[in-house]
Structure formats: structure tokens, C-alpha cells
Nanobody, 112 residues
Framework: QVHLVESGGGLVQPGGSLRLSCVASGFIFSVSPMSWYRQVPGKARELVAEISSGGVSRNYADFVKGRFIISRDDAKKTIYLQMNVLIPDDTGVYYC?????WGRGTQVAVSS
């Protein structure tokens, strides 16, 4: 059974940083592309960043380029999203995704 479990969300001031984690189980993690999505209030869920198997290729949404970094640790079956220079528009629920599976999300709130 596939499980994706996110953690690391919270409340942070504008300009601050957070690191999200997603631990995967139930599938062959090392050969699977992984991604982070987010859903902000009033908008559809959108892709934030994705990373290929082996971490060779990484792609980012324009609105996070230069601020967020996606990475993976295949030994720990975990992906990360390092979020820097956070702004209020980054507020939302962040989801881990792979294949056709989703985690339950972790809430990020950016506010002073």
C-alpha cells in the first residue's frame, strides 16, 4: 500500500524559511519521479517542483524559482522542499505526489 506522509509545515514570517519532508513507502521509490504541489485558498492545486528518479532533473514553477529547492534521499525514501524567502502568497497546503498517489498535505502559513 502506497503512503506519502508530509511534515514540516507551520507558521513563518515573510522572508523566513521552512523545509518540508515527504516520506514514501509501498513502491519502488528510487525509480519514481516525485513532486510537490500546493493548494492555496481559492485556487486549484498547482505544481511547485518536481524531481526525476536519481535527482538528475529538477523543474520548478516560475513563482518559486530561485527561492525553493527540491531534493531527494533515496536511502531514506524521502523528498524535501527547502523553501526560502517565503511570501504570504506561499500560504497553502503542500502535497507530496508520485505516480497517481497523494499525501494528505502539510499546512504552510506565511504571515507577520
Amino acid at each position: 500500500q502506497v503512503h506519502l506522509v508530509e511534515s514540516g509545515g507551520g507558521l513563518v514570517q515573510p522572508g523566513g524559511s521552512l523545509r518540508l519532508s515527504c516520506v514514501a513507502s509501498g513502491f519502488i521509490f528510487s525509480v519514481s519521479p516525485m513532486s510537490w504541489y500546493r493548494q492555496v485558498p481559492g485556487k486549484a492545486r498547482e505544481l511547485v517542483a518536481e524531481i526525476s528518479s536519481g535527482g538528475v532533473s529538477r523543474n520548478y514553477a516560475d513563482f518559486v524559482k530561485g527561492r525553493f529547492i527540491i531534493s531527494r534521499d533515496d536511502a531514506k525514501k524521502t523528498i524535501y522542499l527547502q523553501m526560502n524567502v517565503l511570501i504570504p502568497d506561499d500560504t497553502g497546503v503542500y502535497y507530496c505526489h508520485s505516480l497517481n498517489f497523494w499525501g494528505r498535505g502539510t499546512q504552510v502559513a506565511v504571515s507577520s
